[in-house]
T-cell receptor, first 113, second 111 residues
């Protein structure tokens, strides 16, 4: 069982829709991450939050908007997505600082129609 | 940016056989993670290596870090169908919590 919970598991949305992905962890971690994974590719880093502040944005298009309301929650707001944004979106958390392994949720499978 | 190349890309082995997966970095490795992923699911943390020459084991999986070669290897002894999945190495680019992943190795174990 994963200690990082992501909802929903599957999401289908149109290009004009607004939706949000949610991630929750109760491990006391102070760093949280969003990754995007296309089929047969490794996960690609999108955003990192450290102590609830955005510390890394890997030049992600503004149609993806992250939010970290508190140390346990991480959201990814989606608006005006393109079909090529269809992917598995993975949330992870870790202790803040170097050499702390990431713990991943099971992901949200997003399909943009 | 740090690039991690894994070999082989895919591997099919008979149950009970041993196997090795390699991960080579384009830059100095300060620490390396190994993960396993089943299709469409999240990544499961296996182990972390921090020092050159370090070796760790968990059940039948052993990983080593060779800092000089900027390389890590993952060895599975007496493989089982439960070992099947995609193995990914990951590294933190200089301690900025910017963890990137290798190209992945798909393992199939035939009963």
């Amino acid at each position: 069982d994963t200690e990082v919970t992501q909802t929903p598991k599957h999401l289908v949305m149109g290009m004009t829709n607004k939706k949000s992905l949610k991630c929750e962890q109760h491990m006391g971690h102070r760093a949280m991450y969003w990754y995007k994974q296309k089929a047969k590719k490794p996960p690609e880093l999108m955003f990192v939050y450290s102590y609830e502040k955005l510390s890394i944005n890997e030049s992600v298009p503004s149609r993806f908007s992250p939010e970290c309301p508190n140390s346990s929650l991480l959201n990814l707001h989606l608006h005006a997505l393109q079909p090529e944004d269809s992917a598995l979106y993975l949330c992870a958390s870790s202790q803040a600082g170097t050499n702390s392994p990431l713990h991943f949720g099971n992901g949200t499978r997003l399909t943009v129609t | 940016s740090q690039e991690l190349e894994q070999s082989p890309q895919s591997l099919i082995v008979q149950e009970g056989k041993n196997l090795t997966i390699n991960c080579t970095s384009s830059k100095t490795l300060y620490g390396l993670y190994w993960y396993k992923q089943k299709y469409g699911e999240g990544l499961i943390f296996l182990m972390m290596l921090q020092k050159g020459g370090e070796e760790k084991s968990h059940e039948k999986i052993t990983a080593k870090l060779d800092e000089k070669k900027q390389q890590s290897s993952l060895h599975i002894t007496a493989s089982q169908p439960s070992h099947a999945g995609i193995y990914l190495c990951g590294a933190d680019a200089g301690g900025y919590q910017k963890v990137t992943f290798g190209t992945g190795t798909k393992l199939q174990v035939i009963p």
